[in-house]
T-cell receptor
């Protein structure tokens, strides 16, 4: 069965520093997609970055990068040069090719300190 | 223009009432979803429609009934509201659910905060 685990309920980071948010997953499907979403206090869900299971390179989008380690089944989000506006909940999610279902992790709340 | 729009943003109602939440996407996507986010921020899928056809129907009370009049709209009707239905409900859409490509990205509406008193 699919599973997404985010073990860090809360994280603190100093402004301008980098931070890594952990995500591990479990699926028996060799083909799947991994996603990260940001949910600021205003409540909307914002797509950040995507990684396909067959992608050879780690995905990057501006200050966001995904540290994809397939053998370890981990898909950690790295935010470089943290900004105060990065304070939010971050969700890791996965979809396999078995259907339309995407499952989400429990989320990590990130606090960026000035 | 908002890509996925939900109305209303806030909904406060009494137990036992019936209410609807509307969702529209202007992205030309094939698949639409309803999610429920509880007070602990856990996000769980409820329903999904692909080209107006129901493809995911999770273990949700049958008081919840989705309706997709066309590919761009997915509404959620809730009968006999209960206290436990209080949550934030998100609508989302994606271009093509069957591919492993970037098309699987789901774009979310702003959410509807439902409070049942």
């Amino acid at each position: 069965a699919q599973k997404i685990t985010q073990t860090q309920p809360g994280m603190f980071v100093q402004e301008k520093e980098a931070v890594t948010l952990d995500c591990t997953y479990d699926t028996s499907d060799p083909s799947y997609g991994l996603f990260w979403y940001k949910q600021p206090s205003s409540g909307e869900m914002i797509f950040l970055i995507y990684q396909g299971s067959y992608d050879q390179q780690n995905a990057t989008e501006g200050r966001y990068s995904l540290n994809f380690q397939k053998a370890r089944k981990s898909a950690n989000l790295v935010i470089s040069a943290s900004q105060l506006g990065d304070s939010a909940m971050y969700f890791c999610a996965m979809r396999d090719t078995g259907g339309f279902k995407t499952i989400f992790g429990a989320g990590t709340r990130l606090f960026v300190k000035a | 223009d908002t890509a996925v729009s939900q109305t209303p943003k806030y909904l406060v109602t009494q137990m036992g009432n019936d209410k609807s939440i509307k969702c529209e996407q202007n992205l030309g996507h094939d698949t639409m979803y309803w999610y429920k986010q509880d007070s602990k921020k856990f996000l769980k899928i409820m329903f999904s429609y692909n080209n107006k056809e129901l493809i995911i129907n999770e273990t949700v009370p049958n008081r919840f009934s989705p309706k997709s009049p066309d590919k761009a709209h997915l509404n959620l009707h809730i009968n006999s509201l209960e206290l436990g239905d209080s949550a934030v409900y998100f609508c989302a859409s994606s271009q093509d659910g069957w591919s492993e490509t970037i098309k699987n990205i789901q774009y979310f509406g702003a959410g509807t905060r439902l409070s049942v008193l």
